[in-house]
Nanobody, 120 residues
């Protein structure tokens, strides 16, 4: 399974970016998809997640500013980021939870990340 993120870049504070992620390969029983981020010197943290049924979960720091969505048919997940702050600067990773094989256990696959830089 491969995940490829796009949409990162440099933006001024108050601006917006939209991240996209496409999962491909042998994806069995896909469930939750999500976005994590890791700033320099910090631990990786959950930003937002969405189940295959559309239930969402957000970190407190991004509630009201970020919106996660997905296209189940295409195994794609998106993150609309508005009112960006310098504290949002980080590498953003997308994930998908899916079975290893048809009857196998569930694993979390990770993308390689995309850099988001918010200037003040």
């Amino acid at each position: 399974v491969q995940l490829v993120e796009s949409g990162g870049g440099v933006v001024q504070a108050g601006g917006s970016l939209r991240l996209s992620c496409a999962a491909s390969g042998s994806i069995f029983s896909p469930n939750a998809m999500g976005w994590y981020r890791q700033a320099t010197g910090n631990q990786r943290e959950l930003v937002a997640a969405i189940t295959s049924g559309g239930s969402t979960n957000y970190a407190d720091s991004v509630k009201g500013r970020f919106t996660i969505s997905r296209d189940n048919a295409k195994n794609k997940v998106y993150l609309q980021m508005d009112s960006l702050e310098p504290e949002d600067t980080a590498v953003y990773y997308c994930t998908i939870d899916a079975r290893r094989t048809v009857l196998g256990g569930t694993v979390r696959y990770w993308g390689q990340g995309t850099q988001v830089t918010v200037s003040s």
